[in-house]
């Protein structure tokens, strides 16, 4: 598990060309479907490809990953289960 938190102010960012969403592209990045939020603990399953930055750590680049949307608001540090894709650094 990696411990992640949310940025704010994300929504400003349209999903790379060619990507109906950010979800859309994690999937295609990873070759996977999550059906559940990543958020340990949590089962929802209204996902969003929320931007996330590694919590504790000195990565401060932005990542993609599959949340609920209320996990998308979350403001605290969490654990989520699934993998974090790079955001594309051309945007
Ligand atoms: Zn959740």
Not at 21 to 29: A, I, R
Not at 66 to 83: A, G, I, K, V
Request: aromatic fraction near 10%.
């Amino acid at each position: 598990m990696t411990k992640i938190k949310n940025i704010n102010g994300t929504s400003r960012f349209s999903a790379p060309k060619g990507y109906s969403s950010w979800l859309e592209y994690w999937e295609k990045q990873t070759k996977k479907k999550q059906s559940i939020c990543g958020a340990s603990g949590c089962s929802s399953n209204d996902l969003v490809g929320a931007h996330v930055q590694k919590a504790n750590s000195t990565d401060k680049n932005y990542y993609i990953t599959p949340l609920c949307r209320s996990c998308n608001q979350r403001t605290d540090e969490f654990d989520t289960h699934w993998e974090l894709v790079p955001v594309p650094s051309n945007l």
